[in-house]
């Protein structure tokens, strides 16, 4: 006999996850089982409720599951919610833990290896500051523009880098990593994962990145807290330009945002 609302089976609430991809699964709820429902779970953040990953299946013969890559590095919750001709039902929420972030010891805290890069082609003026290798390391920008800058890589319109820090960054009061930006004041868009391929979360959308470093004229910064996506630890950092100039447009060889160098901060000297 099935219930008025679907109920989660599996992972029980408090259940400590040991794979990436989770399955979840309800009972269904009566009047929404196979041939009259779809299902959608969802996982959401303990605090503000954010849906850091979802999936949608149709229902199932008595119960319902579905199989999703879910963030590691955070406490989360997960529930499903029936969709049917006579309207919707949900689950209650029930509370689950991801596998620890695999870190290795912090160091230095500067990023260590970039996992992805994206870069636009904009024909009429192509990035020629477009090596990737350039965001890792102590920042070091230098030189002279257009053409004789050095140290960073220039984004363009909707470009982004990934770094693997290979320690974690985990979630202290206030701030908890740093984008050094070079050149101007160039907005960026910060998401954290636990694993090279995400989920991503977001941290921080369209940060204006021009923070002054004494002395230094070329490079400037802009922080980030872990906390304002509810992350307790993160690996993986990936780096979006929110410059947006557009590619049809670009008049200089290093539009967008110019990442010169990414570090966990509390890191030692
Ligand atoms: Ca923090
Ligand atoms: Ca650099």
Redesign the pocket.
């Known amino acids: 006999m099935l219930g008025a609302a679907p109920v989660p089976l599996s992972p029980v609430s408090g259940a400590q996850v040991t794979t990436d991809s989770p399955t979840f699964t309800v009972q269904n709820a009566q009047g929404f089982d196979m041939g009259q429902a779809q299902y959608t779970f969802e996982v959401v953040t303990q605090g503000k409720g954010t849906v850091v990953a979802s999936m949608t299946v149709p229902a199932g013969l008595t119960t319902t599951a579905a199989t999703f890559a879910v963030p590691r590095g955070m406490n989360l919750a997960w529930r499903a919610t029936a969709q049917g001709s006579t309207g919707q039902v949900a689950s209650a929420t029930a509370l689950f833990r991801m596998p620890a972030v695999a870190c290795l010891p912090l160091g230095d805290g500067w990023a260590k290896a970039v996992v992805n890069v994206f870069l636009p082609f904009c024909p009429q003026m192509p990035n020629i500051y477009n090596d990737p290798a350039d965001v890792l390391g102590p920042y070091d920008a230098g030189g002279f523009g257009p053409l004789n800058f050095f140290g960073f890589l220039s984004l363009g319109e909707e470009g982004h880098v990934t770094v693997d820090m290979e320690a974690c960054a985990t979630?202290?009061?206030?701030?908890?990593l740093r984008v050094f930006q070079a050149v101007g004041s160039e907005p960026v868009t910060v998401y954290a994962a636990g694993t090279a391929t995400g989920p991503f979360v977001l941290l921080e959308a369209d940060k204006r990145c021009g923070e002054r470093i004494n002395g230094n004229q070329t490079t400037r910064y802009c922080d980030f807290?872990?906390?304002a996506g509810e992350v307790q630890e993160a690996r993986y950092f990936k780096i979006v330009d929110a410059e947006r100039f557009p590619c049809e447009d670009a008049g200089t060889p290093s539009e967008g945002a110019d990442i010169d160098a990414v570090r966990i901060l509390r890191a030692g000297p």
């Open positions: 979630d202290a009061a206030g701030p908890d807290d872990l906390a």
